[in-house]
């Protein structure tokens, strides 16, 4: 499966942006899908995750409630709708997906079989 992700950019804080993966294959339905994101000097950290169906999400801590993730199968696409942004958000958002995780164990990096590559996304002060 190749990933392509879309739609980072530079925002003010506050601002929202809607971040879209699109997959290669109409098989993407059986995938688990998640977002990650990495930010200079530091490691990449799980941001939210989907299940096959869309019928459970999971959020890191850091954006709950602010980001929403979810998926059109029909379009082999996953998004991330990012409201109220702020200068800590900054970094480049990568999407991921896995046939054997669900998204209860998206979390971990480590593994993942297909990666997209990344988008910048930047919130100015």
């Known amino acids: 499966v190749q990933l392509q992700a879309s739609g980072g950019g530079l925002v003010q804080a506050g601002g929202s942006l809607r971040l879209s993966c699109a997959a290669s294959?109409?098989?993407?339905?059986?995938?688990?899908a998640g977002w990650f994101r990495q930010a200079p000097g530091k490691e990449r950290e799980f941001v939210a995750a989907?299940?096959?169906?869309?019928?459970?999400?999971y959020y890191d801590d850091s954006v709950k409630g602010r980001f929403t993730i979810s998926r059109d199968n029909a379009k082999n696409t996953v998004y991330l709708q990012m409201n109220s942004l702020k200068p800590e958000d900054t970094a480049v958002y990568y999407c991921?997906?896995?046939?054997?995780?669900?998204?209860?164990?998206?979390?971990?990096?480590?593994?993942?079989?297909?990666w997209g590559k990344g988008t910048q996304v930047t919130v100015s002060s």
């Open positions: 991921a997906a896995d046939r054997r995780r669900t998204a209860a164990t998206m979390r971990e990096p480590n593994g993942m079989d297909y």
């Open positions: 294959e109409r098989t993407f339905s059986t995938y688990t």
């Open positions: 989907i299940s096959m169906t869309g019928a459970r999400t």
